[in-house]
């Protein structure tokens, strides 16, 4: 059965309707792609997976390892194994990023009813976790994101990802521009958490970092509705041929 189950999902921000019924259903261990031109509402559709308040769903239904997800509060939601890597590159300047790491690990693991972890303890979790995404451990000591490059914020988002085991991981790529070693590290890192029980949707504009997160299924998402779907070869037509000729297609009346 699927892990995640989205139906005839409308949202609208502030009076615009964006997700104009959207159907998209992921299996356990499998990746899906996201794509889309700007402004066509892939941030959105992360938004609203999440449960981000200023998101208002008109419609539709969520089902996520069986429960109603629009149900749930967005703690609630990543006790259920939803994660959204990317959401707050925020600086947090004086708080060290170990210290903000144990917090996030041990808020969901009280959500999901397991032990707190003390400093000990987490530290030789966050060890192992550093090796598998190799990472330095000099980033622990650091302030939260302060003074991090790009590709450090990224690779300490996939850190973070590390640590909370989620069911599904949810990555809405930044619009700025990653180079080529960053966006390496975070698509190593990512492939180094696939499993057959965690699911990825990557969210992106442009097809290269598929070629190193390689999808199972590819969606295209115009106008709030997904209007063509396949395997990874629509990535690379979509890099060939551009998002206009889907936009004319999606323009059509249905
Ligand atoms: P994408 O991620 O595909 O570039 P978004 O989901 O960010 O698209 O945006 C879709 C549309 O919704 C855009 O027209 C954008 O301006 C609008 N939008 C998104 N978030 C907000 C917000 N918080 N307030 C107002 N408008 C928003
Ligand atoms: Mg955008
Ligand atoms: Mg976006």
Redesign the pocket.
Known sequence: SKLLEIEGLQAR??D?A?LRGIDLAVGPGEVHAIM??????????A?VLVGRE?YEVLGGQIRFDSQDLLALAPEERARAGLFLAFQYPVEIPGVSNVYFLKAALNAVRQQRGLPELDAVDFLSVVREKLKTVQMDESFLRRSVNEGFSGGEKKRNEVLQMALLEPKLAIL?ETDSGLDIDALRIVADGVNSLRAPDRSFVV?T?YQRLLNYIVPDFVHV?IGGRIVRSGGRELALELEEKGYGWLEEQAAAPV
């Open positions: 921000v502030e615009k964006i889309g031109p700007n402004g066509s509402g892939k941030s959105t559709l938004s200023e809405d969210i504009h998402l």
